[in-house]
């Protein structure tokens, strides 16, 4: 059973920092990219950054260059989107998504499996 379980998430003010976590399980990953997503209120799910599992190579977008890193620990089969100086508008609920699609790198949702609830992410102060 393929999971996708995400956590790390919380409130914090302008200029703070978190560390998301994505346990995966089920499926093996070797042929997969990882992507990080946040979806805010009345808004739709955007990709944020994504990390091909073969050979480690990373996708930003722009609005999080030199601000989120997506990185994976191999033994737990965990990956990380830590999230420096955040601001409101990366307020939302953040979800993790595994792609088998030659086209990952757009970090097009519809290209993404979600299994988890996401975790919300509120930046205020």
């Known amino acids: 059973q393929v999971q996708l379980v995400e956590s790390g998430g919380g409130s914090v003010q302008p200029g703070g920092s978190l560390k998301l976590s994505c346990a995966v399980s089920g499926f093996p990953l070797d042929n997969y990219a990882i992507g990080w997503f946040r979806q805010a209120p009345g808004k739709a799910r955007e990709g944020v950054a994504c990390l091909r599992i073969s050979d480690g190579d990373t996708v930003y977008v722009d609005s999080v260059k030199g601000r989120f890193t997506i990185s994976r620990d191999n033994a737990k089969n965990t990956f990380y989107l830590q999230m420096n100086d955040l601001t409101a508008l990366d307020t939302g609920v953040y979800y993790c998504?595994?792609?088998?699609?030659?086209?990952?790198?757009?970090?097009?949702?519809?290209?993404?499996?979600?299994g988890g609830q996401g975790t919300q992410v509120t930046v205020s102060s």
């Open positions: 998504g595994a792609s088998d699609s030659s086209s990952y790198y757009y970090l097009q949702s519809r290209l993404y499996y979600f």
